[in-house]
């Protein structure tokens, strides 16, 4: 019989997906002769190109390389070269002396986290996070067995609301999932943040008498404003399975090529990455292309030309702080989440489309009332989108 | 805590690892002076290199395509024009009308079986599948919460024993899993084999009240010998999920490209299409990358020069038979399964690596008293391996 848990799940449709559906209804419904532009600020999909160096090598393994190596079956615990080159890369930015031995390769963030929730539960523990989250995190973890218990909001500054987190930490609990910089907050974690973290997480396991580990989800660590970087979350907690993804840093999220870098600091690395390996049967993974292996190895160090996303964010920002909306600055990423003028973000998000404006309500992001901006496109849109916000802001609430 | 299925998972290592790393170390132990040729027929890893095709599109689509689509996300079910030509390819073949919403590209054929399971079971249903079989199966049926039911194998053809299979028809038999042609035996199913399955298969359906799905797992699709050609299951049976993999067709493995393709006269593929999506979501699959999916469509009627496989077949089967062995002639594949001649399949594997002959016993192919061949290498070294058959026979079980 046909899966009733894969076929109910057919019924529960995207917001972002609807709501971008119904943008490109309107604009094929317009008047051909006043063609309408939709600011579509929904998907959050990487607008800058790949640094040349990325379709180089790639061209170079295919044309120049060794056939084996770049066609053949990479070994199932990756490439060990791509490890060497990956772990040398980690060691040299943060200082943990990760060697190859840490380090799996996976198709993309993804991959990166489906192997690391199945490391270190089993069915029926918990895991936590952190509102606003990725609403992927739910279906990345149902078949997992685990329940994901979301901690609430700091709508302050998008950082951790400790006093929650204490709350919800309860001895079910095996694994802490981070997401920083934040889809969809943009927040980065500060130093303090993960200081405060590491220190109740190592109370904690003190108290309950078992290991809690941390997930790192890190796709958009390279994307940082202000000319600062993402502190490490590894260097602060020994425990710690960093899943990276190159989709956002090299603009390659169709090459789906990423890894989990495991903690050596952990004591027990190298058992962890050999049973990605088990893992990885039953999931039917089986590594990353050979072809992305090799040249992520070899692009590991250089990021696509990111600077547009804090352009954008710029104009987006003071555009909107200066409409009266509340705001919390980004960090980093290429999203944002302004509070709704109103309490329903979902009927906000229906007057921002008569504006042309796709925006997406954050009740799916465990944060109702607000909205999220993804501005990974071009600054030019950026720049005609800000009428359209005064517009909206205008005709729709009279902010003048 | 560390997860302990996986962990326990370790320990279990693998028959063809292990006589693979004994192998290697006895070619470094080996006096410099007289080097040892290790003549190593363990691995079943295509030694044949990719038509110049595969490069030459790669390359195209790295430096003519358009970059949001070779390096930006594909949908989640696929890119439209990938499985329009997919579809069109298997339709043109096979006679069945597919087309792209029948279509789910993966990344191999394991990412294919990991959706195919998951999408006509549930939890506590029963998979069957034929001796002997690919040993993998195993471990990638596990986290479905399935059962896998092994029936007897047909020892005279490889084909089906269906008197076995009768007897195993249980009314909590959701799926039917195949591969032909079939590693290890290297069988290639016929026509009627099919027609008797399917007869058997609409006959307990009709006695169960429920769909009993066919899964087919056919990497080895395109290696058929004496110019012959796989009949195609799913044109024998509507409720058909086919998983295949161009690792084998053209040499890719390292690539990871393969797909479910749904048979539509199965009457909810498109349903069944969409459900992989959610599938992946939960197991990290999220597509295969953007530019193997590009290649393969591209590539999918063309095959690496497959003819090495046969010839090598050829020498090994006149050879072996010559020594008395019992062999069952593959039709296609590249392997082959003779009967050891001793009881003890193992023992026999240990004698063989004494003559530098590295062969797989059966027993996790469920098929104890048997060894497996995977002659994927040059012909030249297979031609000095004969020499070694020879000594092996006549040393150790005094064949003159």
């Known amino acids: ?20 559906e119904l943008a490109t209804r309107m604009a094929a419904e317009a008047d051909p002769r006043h063609p309408l532009e939709i600011l579509d600020y929904s998907l959050g999909n990487p607008s800058v190109p790949v640094p040349p160096q990325v379709n180089e090598r790639a061209v170079w393994h295919l044309t120049q390389g060794e056939p084996a190596k770049v066609h053949g079956y990479s070994p199932t615990l990756g490439i060990p070269e791509v490890k060497e080159k990956l772990a040398a890369s980690l060691a040299r930015r943060f200082g943990i002396p990760y060697t190859a031995a840490d380090i799996f390769p996976t198709s993309g963030a993804a991959g990166a986290l489906a192997h690391a929730f199945r490391l270190v539960t089993q069915p029926g523990d918990e895991i936590l996070t952190f509102a606003p989250y990725f609403p992927e995190y739910g279906p990345y973890i149902l078949p997992t067995g685990c329940t994901l218990t979301v901690v609430p909001a700091d709508t302050k500054a998008f950082q951790i609301d400790f006093e929650a987190l204490e709350a919800a930490l309860n001895p079910r609990v095996q694994a802490v999932l981070i997401n920083t910089p934040n889809n969809p907050s943009g927040a980065v974690y500060s130093e303090e943040t993960l200081q405060t973290l590491a220190a109740l997480l190592e109370r904690r396991e003190r108290e309950f008498g078992h290991d809690i580990w941390l997930i790192s989800d890190e796709p958009y ?20 399975l960093t899943c990276y993804s ?40 089986n590594c ?16 696509s030309d990111l600077s547009v996303y804090e352009t954008n964010m710029n104009l987006l920002y003071d555009c909107l702080t200066g409409l009266g909306l509340e705001v919390v600055r980004p960090g980093g990423t290429f999203y944002m989440m302004p509070r709704a003028p109103e309490a329903d973000a979902n009927a906000f998000s229906r007057k921002a489309l008569r504006h042309r404006l796709v925006l997406v309500p954050c009740d799916t992001f465990a944060l109702p009332g607000y909205f ?26 009279g902010v003048q």
Chains 1, 2 share one sequence.
């Not at 660590?221 to 710690?240: H, L, M, N, S």
């Not at 993804?374 to 729709?396: G, I, N, P």
Request: proline share 5%; glycine share 6%; net charge positive.
């Open 246 to 285: 190159f989709s956002k840093s090299l603009s390659m999220p169709g090459d789906r090529i990423g890894y989990v870098a495991v903690n050596p600091e952990c004591g027990c690395s190298a058992e962890l990455v050999a049973m990605c390996g088990q893992i990885s049967r039953g999931i039917g993974h």
């Open 372 to 397: 999220r901006i993804a501005y990974c496109t071009d600054t030019e849109k950026v720049k005609r989108s800000l009428a359209a916000f005064r517009e909206l802001m205008r005709e729709e609430y």
């Open 288 to 303: 990353p292309t050979a072809l992305m292996q090799l040249v992520a190895a070899d692009c590991c160090d250089l990021t």
């Open 1 to 20: 019989m046909i899966n009733e848990t894969y076929r109910t799940m057919l019924g529960k449709k995207s917001v972002i997906r609807e709501l971008s």
């Open 221 to 240: 660590r390279e994307i940082v404003f202000d000319g600062k970087t993402q502190p490490y979350p590894a260097a602060y907690w020994p425990r710690t």
